[in-house]
């Protein structure tokens, strides 16, 4: 079987330096427009964690051209959607006009990239906004034990908080901070625009050229020089709060998606877990499902220990966690699933997938990856992130060099993956 | 390649409709979903989670395949297959390669009619199902809701009821119980089978043919309902949750059927309340200008035998009354003052440009289809729909609301959450 073609696409730069990708889809009578910016909660330091995130809210509150509220309005009233995620390495912009309205949301990104106004009369009211979606947060039992797990796995390195931040340093946060943010990492020199759907690219191409060709910064992010020791130790923490059942999850430090080891990581995601889900289409489209033939869910779900189990490999930029994780069944205790759970990770430092198992999980990946450029929004989505992660090339990379991996190599990989400390957080319901 | 929002409709025989649309632009995705009557309102008394649990039995093996075999199966193909159960349904989906759209609906078909209903599986879903009802208790937007729909509708309604059962009532249920509710209520009769795909509408049509779930003829009972909660039920309702962050706030009270005339003015009245994302009303009063929450909205939910509406928010223990204040307010705000030509302009344009996204994604595309087919709309419905949209008034809006949302003037209040942030309601 072929590895997956990517759309066609054209990219250029502009002379400010941005980066443009442009994938025309002549039916589509829509059109995705996504801004990357290569910044996000690992570019915070103590005091101002969670700023990456509150500026993304701040770019909807206004820009030279747009008071507050109209770039929600322009875009809504269309029909459109518009939003934006901050993850711990990038952050993105995006929107979905119809095909007559594609001009709009490239003048929009064009004027908030280094026009925000970041208007102090709104930045309480934000403020605690942005403290209700860490309190929304914190009411799934889900969301504690993984910024536990971080806070724990990580001692030096970024990705020990959040995207949201410490509440203390939301509480603290002022337009300085902010302003400062901002203008340290937001220019084109840092950032992607990538536009997908019903366009003529030659159009397209000159509007952009236009719209950004006063838009100067000349930004010179700092890179993040934190790298995280080895782990030589144990590590744990116990949480108490509303629920049913306990949930354990263990983490251990993992390469990041550029790394040699990254393919065979993404090979024990899928055998230990089920998926990749930078190899799922139905990742995208927020259906979750179970993986009844993934080694956790016959190991633990199938024998009743626990409700649900999975695993997760964070494809970031820098070294970050792998973990697995699991949700008992009633009567089941935190000990027993943490047995369960690191016996099969145990099992795959031990001993070899056979030839079946290798040969299904590459078929797997395969059939999955073909499928991962459907829709005009996916589209967009994925020439942007991994371009985020790294680049284009990535994609092809991770899957050939998956593909090639023998039984012997997934093992020795495990072994390399699993070698230095673990941390555990278990979350007990109260009372237990 | 076929029209998107134009839905084909064809009489299969034996009760089955088939809806077809075609795919979206760089799809290579088909969707096939086999939609019928037999959600939660089939339960029989005591019994309740029953239709809950013979749906997730569907996806853990078949009369030819056990579950490891299944999940191969969908692996191989890289598909998905997942079942949701509601009060007035229960719909099995598909997702896969359009290049293998056959062996997909091979698959859904095989599911549908020959679950294997495996004793072992029956115990463990049924035990997956006790601990999620256990954790939904623990969560303030779970208890909240629950307690708002047990209030609003009289004990022996399907709405009263969780889809997802009770406690006692999932613990005693069987595997003899799981097959008896698939052989009295997977039927023909009612079925629906809905196909997003880039293929020929003929070859979609055979394909469909050759490979119907072969059930037995006839339909489902309808569930017969009681009648109205008796006066004197408690307006406001306190559930304190210790350990929780949040409260959740849920006003609202009864809406029509979805059937009812005034069907359009009430959703077009909901997008301005809170329906529209940024431009409702709540989200500009609640999240924007006084910064009170993350997350506001509103909904008035229209279902084959009944409906309700609500206007909810999650906010900080310390500013709940603030939050109620506001949400009482625009609700009367709407059923009192007709909103103006300007605002409705804005609103009204806005969903109906929205209907557009569905072409995004496969499965927004194929949502669309779902909707037609759930509620026996014309095929044509997203096309027709926008005109009847721009022809009603602000006030038939307003009259709309204010006739129909029962209770706008008192409505019913829950809120659950952390015990400090839900001391200021009355009730418990």
């Known amino acids: 079987m072929e ?74 009233g269309t ?62 039992p889900g969301f504690r034990v993984d910024e536990e797990l971080h806070a724990l796995s990580f001692h030096v390195h970024p990705y020990r908080w959040n995207t949201l931040g410490y509440a203390q340093d939301i509480r603290s946060m002022d337009r300085d901070k902010l302003v400062g943010f901002y203008e340290r990492y937001y220019g084109p020199a840092n950032a992607s625009l990538v536009v997908a759907g019903g366009f003529d690219p030659a159009t397209m191409r000159s509007f952009i050229e236009r719209k950004f060709r006063k838009v100067e910064r000349t930004v010179h992010p700092p890179d993040v020089r934190a790298h995280e020791p080895p782990q030589r130790s144990r590590r744990e923490a116990t949480l108490h709060g509303p629920g049913s059942t306990p949930i354990v999850k263990v983490g251990w430090h993992a390469p990041e998606v550029g790394s040699d080891l990254a393919p065979a990581a993404m090979l024990l995601e899928m055998h230990l877990g089920g998926e990749a889900p930078l190899f799922t289409p139905g990742h995208a489209w927020e259906r979750s499902r179970e993986h009844p033939s993934s080694a956790l869910y016959r190991s633990l779900v199938d024998t009743r220990l626990a409700v649900s189990a999975g695993c997760e490999w964070g494809t970031t930029i820098q070294p970050g966690l792998f973990s697995v994780y699991a949700r008992a069944a009633p009567g089941v205790s935190a000990a027993r699933l943490e047995a369960a759970l690191e016996e099969q990770v145990r099992r795959v430092t031990k001993e070899l997938l056979s030839a079946a198992e290798l040969r299904e ?23 942007g992130y991994l371009r985020s992660l790294g680049g284009l090339a990535l994609e092809r990379r991770l899957l050939s060099r998956a593909l090639a991996l023998r039984p012997a190599d997934l093992r020795k990989a495990a072994q390399q993956l699993f070698d230095g400390g673990s941390t555990v957080v278990r979350y007990l319901p109260e009372g237990s | 390649m076929r029209s998107l929002l134009r839905v084909e409709r064809h009489d299969l025989g034996g009760g089955v409709t088939l809806y077809t649309q075609g795919a979206i632009a760089s799809s290579r995705i088909t969707v096939a979903s086999w939609i019928s009557p037999a959600g939660s309102s089939r339960d029989p008394p005591g019994k309740e989670g029953l239709a809950a649990l013979t749906g997730r039995l569907l996806v853990t093996g078949t009369r030819k395949w056990d579950k490891r075999e299944l999940a191969r199966r969908l692996d191989r193909i890289a598909a998905t297959l997942s079942v949701d159960v509601s009060w007035d349904g229960v719909t099995a989906e598909i997702t896969g390669p359009t290049v293998v759209e056959q062996e997909l609906l091979d698959i859904l078909s095989e599911v549908v009619a020959h679950p294997r209903f495996d004793p072992a599986e029956v115990v463990r879903i049924r035990t997956a199902m006790e601990e999620r009802l256990a954790r939904d208790a623990s969560q303030p937007s779970h208890r909240a809701e629950r307690a708002f729909l047990e209030t ?86 306190a559930l304190p949750i210790a350990g929780s962050q949040q409260v959740e706030i849920l006003v609202g009270g009864i ?174």
């Open chain 1, 79 to 140: 029909g459109g959607y518009l939003n934006a995620f901050t993850d711990s390495d990038f952050t993105a912009y995006l929107s979905i006009v119809p095909r007559e309205r594609a001009e709009l949301p490239i003048a929009i990104e064009a004027d908030r990239m280094t026009g925000a106004t970041i208007p102090s009369g709104e930045l309480d009211s934000e403020r605690s906004v942005v403290l209700s979606e860490r309190e929304m947060n914190e009411n799934n």
């Open chain 2, 255 to 428: 809406a029509p059927s979805r059937t009812h005339p005034a069907f359009s003015a009430l959703r077009m009245g909901n997008e301005v309340l809170g329906g529209r994302p940024i431009l409702s009303r709540l989200f500009q009063s609640v999240r924007e200008q006084e910064g009170l929450a993350y997350d506001t909205e509103s909904d008035v939910t229209m279902l084959p035998e009944g409906g309700f509406w609500s206007a909810a928010a999650g906010t900080g223990a310390k500013t709940v009354r603030r939050v109620l204040g506001i949400l009482q307010r625009e609700t009367r705000r709407m059923m009192t003052q007709p909103v103006s030509p300007e605002e409705l302009h804005a609103i009204r344009e806005s969903f109906i440009g929205s209907f557009l996204l569905h072409t995004d994604t496969p499965l927004a595309a194929h949502s669309f289809a779902d909707e037609v087919a759930t509620y026996d709309l014309p095929p044509d419905h997203f096309e027709t729909w926008p005109a009847e949209l721009r022809r009603l008034t602000p006030e038939d809006i307003r009259t709309a609301m204010a006739e129909h949302l029962e209770g706008w003037a008192r409505p019913l209040v829950v809120v659950a959450g952390p015990p400090e942030g839900v001391r200021s309601i009355r009730g418990g």
């Open chain 1, 361 to 383: 999980l590459r078929q797997r990946l395969l059939i999955n990856a073909s499928m991962l450029w459907s829709g005009t929004s996916m589209i967009a989505f994925r020439l």
């Open chain 2, 152 to 237: 609003l509708f009289p004990e022996g309604h399907p709405y009263h009821r969780n889809p997802g059962g009770n406690r006692r009532s999932v613990r005693a249920l069987r595997p003899r119980d799981v097959a008896d509710f698939h052989h009295r209520n997977y039927r023909t009769g009612g079925s629906k089978i809905v196909i997003t795909s880039r293929s020929e509408e003929r070859a979609v049509l055979r394909a469909v043919k050759a490979r119907m779930p072969p059930l037995p003829d006839g339909t489902t009972t309808r569930p017969s309902l009681p009648g109205r909660t008796p006066p004197g039920a408690p307006r406001e309702i």
């Open chain 1, 3 to 76: 590895l997956p073609r990517t759309p066609t696409f054209r990219t250029f730069t502009t002379p400010g330096g941005l980066e443009v990708f442009l994938a025309p889809i002549p039916d589509s009578p829509v059109v995705s427009s996504w801004m990357w910016y290569r910044v996000g909660s690992r570019n915070e330091h103590p005091g101002i964690t969670g700023a990456a995130h509150w500026l993304e809210h701040m770019l909807f509150k206004g820009s030279a051209h747009y008071a507050t509220g109209e770039i929600d309005r322009a875009i809504v």
